[in-house]
């Protein structure tokens, strides 16, 4: 760079105050040559300068030695980062989140889940059925099946060396163990009924969202229940005469508005038991954890009309709130 | 040809007998400002607009040049104007003409408010802002027609962007309107009366309602109201500095002395100060006509070079609109291909970029900084009309100042006297540095007080004697405030009462009394005074060592060494002699007669020599070295004689060294044969320079490095100015008078005197010294550099935290991971955290004496360069953005999603209906949950931001001290520290904030994640500094230093 060489050149002795002045005054002045160049030929130099052999304002030394700076700054910078990141994932262990619960942004009202999920259109949450057209029945069973693969097959996903138990409300997993969730057997919600799309008595599939060590708080007393539950689900529940068979996470799927009830008309659900039986709980990230899951199925929806469905779940600790959506879930369904 | 000067001013040996012949040409030139300069413009506004409006302009001119009223007799006049003597206009018509052409000039035509608020809404940053927020509002707008429960983030960005350019605009368009404001105030100009006859009455009126054909009088003390011609006169006289620059008193009457308007001594213009005597006069020209009217209007229509400040932020802002429409389209692009994004998810990303990339609060502060400057310099008497002046005074590399009143008190001062034969320095720091009690000087002391026309208008006490107000010319002023000293004058002449008189006149050059000696009985002695050779040549005797000797051969040659050596000095040389009258001759009583002088005016005693210089302000010289090691050079411009400037550059400091003519002369060469390199300074007359052609101006400039212009026409001043300019300086240019007014205009910065300064200078400079003093200039240059390092500074620390506001974006769109950062958090980094502390580093104090430092060159030290855009850029702003993500990841992985996890998730994290997105320890999060997540990560994302910038705060405090030798003691950047904090606390845990910004409250175990690299960054930095000042020449000082 020319201002360094001037830099370096050091004023000799003899040089007067006003040479130095004068020395100085003249770095301002317009270079003659300069005045001759054109705009173009001002950026031909800057790209390449054949005097000085510079590309872009710098020798080719030059760039290598300010690229040689920013391999060390960036290389050094790299490893402080790799540092930081070591030091903070040492303070994480790999199976239990650090935040839990109320204590990390995920709270304790676990969301409630359905499939199938309409795939056409993300946004949409309409099952729209087509009951005689096979390809529609078709595309909504390989929905679901891809939901419930690792459910037919657990072994799948799972490398093998968890302990599946086959749980009840009298034997509860151990530390260890995982409950198996049992789909095969769910009458018309099963597989080899495919699911019931074909009659237009579909099964949805409802489950709760997974929150680490979320322990449910039951509605495990026939004279306590809330008033808002609907009334057939407090008889169901009444009618459940063992204690810790009524330790379950109920759950309730009605029509949205009184016409939608209308049109939804009757409801079957799997398990019988109409809900996520405790023992699956509380959800420790263990191997081989699949999440319990319910099956709905609408016997007799009236056809041609979309039905809005909302379905609860229900504890004492899982708040609800329609707008935003709390502990509960939204779809519609369209038969034709 | 007539002459205001009394008396020649001596030029020493080079002149050969006519004297006043100097004057003339000061006269000459003088006069020659209308034609130049209206020239000059003229010609500039051909250049530029080869229009028609150029041919109006010089149809204006011919006009002027063509005037005749002076010659046509009155009686032609009167009735040209349909006006009487004897009654004046009738006051109907008067009035009815006032109303349609008030007398007075018209403001220059400013920029509409409207357009100059629009320029500020749409310039600079703004459209970007614009495009930025209306692309929002589009974004909103197709997300709504999609679905009529979409998130209304969009437009809430959009109209905050919107209402960021409008409140941002409204700010810097309110500074710039006060600080114009404060201008107008400024300039208005006291309503001036005048007597004016109208229906054969006289009347006093405001000057403002005069109209051509009243018949005014003007007595002294007043200002002239408008370009009139003298009807009748006793001892009128005027003042024309504020034309001329020159201040010398100009005898003013009836006859028609001269073709040339200018110069004949029937007229008087407008704004020209009425000294003595009175007139009655008619009015010929008013307002805008008049000629300093035209001059007005002409340098107004000079175009303003832009200013070096804006220059760079023209750059600046060139700069970063590149970059951010740059990675605006790049990334917009990879969005919309590589990514396959929806139109409406990568035009979200190209708002963001765009809003990232743009410091929005920058314009305000830099306006901010500047008005804070100001203000200090207000204090110190300067006053900015322009804010961005405020700058350039730091940049300039060079100042042409004009002499009279500038670096000199404008007043004439005894500084050398001669008697006995000796010279005698008069230095009011020295008691007896001549001797008093000689008769010779009693003698002069006598003449001096009793051959003088001016009193003292008043004698305040309180007030030291040089300046108490007088009447009279300059030198008598300067005489009797020199006697005053030594005995009252007043006690002096109640002594010896005046008799006769003649006054002065160019033929004789020089002025008699007769007074009476009341002491010794009623004798009457003769007191003459004029220009020395003059005086010299009607006596026989001298006075020497009290004894009055035959004048012979010796002492002659005694009087002509010392006239060529008190005139090379540049002073103005007057001569003194007397004579006792014979009381046989002339007994008591007898009756003068100074019609038809009946006493002796010749063979008088020659009694010495006064010398008169107007002397340099007493901090001049101190001032102009502070500016020449400060490396700005110092040239003098005037219009003065070239002796006297050159006494004057010689006495300030100007001219140090010999200058050409001095070496032509001790090696017996012509001035022609002296090589540039030979001599360092030189003085260029304005006769010389009439034959240059602008290169050889240029040239001068470049070889020479003391220089000297004297005897310059106003249009030579711009020449020079020009020529300076494009030699490549920032010039500064300071002046008093209307004639400076357009070399004011053309100079990057002009600066006018508040107090000896006419109006139009005032308004054609960018700066005002309201105590005319130099050394203001230099306070004034050191601001400027200050500030304009304090500005660079602001930008650094404002530019460094778009880094960590752009890659958020970036990685966005590459890794699609969730987004770190919001735009909202953007603006309130911006706008919010990062306001106050840019705006403290204004406060900053010198890191080194800025003085001892060079003027940064205008083509070479860019405010914003590539070495800061690298610190910032790449250095610094990396190191914040790292902190960022690092904030970012950890908020993340604490909560279930690890950084491995995060890559490739966007899409389903923005999922609506996606409410059980799984995490890394199978954990499901629900659309909202997540979304409360992402809050809470950007928020520890703002807050990694906000501390590093503490750490970047610290660091902009110096570009190469360490933080421990500049201290903590900028009390503003300590509160500034403390605002930031505050601000971000408040947005992270005050309720509401969360619905407004999306912030979420945090651990706060995350305020202590970023602090290491806030650390990294102090450590690095001062070790680049470090570096840097170990090694001053080194590679990291010439790669690393901004």
Known sequence: ?336 | MIRGSIYSQSEGTTRKGSQILGADDARNTAVSVAVEVSAKVAENRKRLKQGKSAKDNVADLKEELNMDEHLVPLEELYSRYNTNVETGLPSAIAEKMADEKPNRLTPQKQTPAVIKFLLTLFGGFSMLLWIGGVLAIIAYIIDYSRDSGAPRDNLYLGVVLIAVVCITSIFSYYQEAKSDAVMKGFLKMQPQRSHVLRDGKWSEVDADFLVVGDIITVTYGNVVPADIRIITASSFKVDNSSLTGEAEALSRSPECTDDNPMETKNLAFYSTNAVEGTCTAIVLRTGDDTFIGKIARLVGKTKKKETPIRKEIRHFIHLITGLALFLGAIFFTLAMTVQKQQFLQALVFLIGIIVANVPEGLLATVTVSLTLTARKMAKNNVIVKNLEAVETLGSTSCICSDKTGTLTQNRMTVNHLWYDLRVWAVDPAVEDCFQKEHNSFKMLYSIATLNSRATFEETDQSKPLSEWRTSGDASESALIKFCQQIRPISDARKDNPKVAEIPFNSTNKYAVTVCEQRDEGGRFVVYMKGAPERVLARCSKILVCDEEAPLDDTYKEHFEKAYKELGGLGERVLGFAYHNLDTSHYPPGFQFDSEKPNFPCEGLVFAGLYALIDPPRPAVPSSVKACQSAGIRVIMVTGDHPLTAKAIARSVNIIRDETVDELAARKGISESQVEPGEAKAIVVSGQKLKEMDEEEVQNIIRDYDQIVFARTSPQQKLVIVEAVQNVGNVVAVTGDGVNDSPALRQADIGVAMGIAGTDVSKSAADMILLDDDFSSIVKGVEEGRLIFDNIKKSIAYTLTSNIPELTPFLVNVLLNIPLPLSTIMILCIDLGTDMYPAISLAYESAESDIMKRRPRDSKKDKLVNNKLLQITYLQIGVLQACAGFFNYLIVMGDHGFLPKHLKGLREQWDNRNINNLRDSYGQEWTYESRKNLESMAQTAFLLAIVQVQWADLIICKTRMLSILHQGMRNKHLIIALIFETTLIILLTYAPGMSVAFRTYSLKPIYWVSALPFACLILLFDEMRKLIIRKYPQGWVRRNLYY
């Open chain 1, 1 to 336: 760079m020319p201002s360094s060489n001037n830099l370096r050149k050091q004023p000799s002795r003899s040089l007067s105050k006003q040479d130095e002045l004068l020395s100085i005054q003249t770095q301002y002045f317009v270079k003659l040559e300069d005045l001759k160049l054109t705009r173009k030929q001002k950026c031909l130099r800057f790209v390449y300068d054949t005097d000085t052999k510079k590309v872009m304002g710098r020798t080719p030394t030059s760039w290598s030695k300010i690229g040689l700076f920013y391999l060390i700054f960036y290389g050094m910078l790299a490893a402080l980062v790799a540092i930081c990141m070591w030091v903070f994932l040492q303070t994480l262990d790999p199976r239990i989140p650090k935040w839990q619960q109320d204590a990390s942004v995920i709270g304790t009202n676990p969301g409630l889940g359905f499939r199938p999920m309409p795939k056409d259109n993300e946004e949409s949450t309409l099952i729209w059925l087509q009951g005689t057209n096979k390809a529609n029945y078709l595309n909504w069973f390989d929905n679901i099946m891809e939901f419930l693969d690792k459910y037919y097959t657990p072994g799948k996903i799972e490398k093998g060396n968890a302990y599946l138990k086959t749980c009840s409300y009298t034997e509860w997993p151990t530390e260890t163990e995982v409950c198996e969730v049992d789909v095969k057997d769910w009458g018309d919600c099963s597989r080899d009924q495919f699911f019931n799309y074909y009659r237009s008595s579909p099964c949805i599939f409802l489950k709760l969202n997974k929150i680490y060590g979320w322990t449910p708080d039951y509605y495990d007393d026939p004279y306590d229940l809330p008033p808002d539950m609907p009334k057939h689900l407090q008889d169901h529940i009444r009618n459940i005469t063992r204690l810790e068979e009524r330790r379950n996470i109920w759950v309730s799927c009605e029509g949205e508005n009184p016409a939608d009830v209308e049109y939804l008309g009757p409801v079957q659900f799997y398990p019988p038991v109409q809900g996520f039986p405790g023992y699956y709980f509380p959800f420790r990230n263990s191997e081989g954890y699949l999440s319990p899951l319910v099956a709905v199925r609408f016997l007799r929806p009236v056809s041609g009309i979309v039905i809005n469905i909302e379905c609860r779940a229900w504890a004492k600790n899982i708040h609800y709130n329609r707008a935003e959506r709390m502990g509960s879930v939204h779809f519609e369904l369209l038969i034709d």
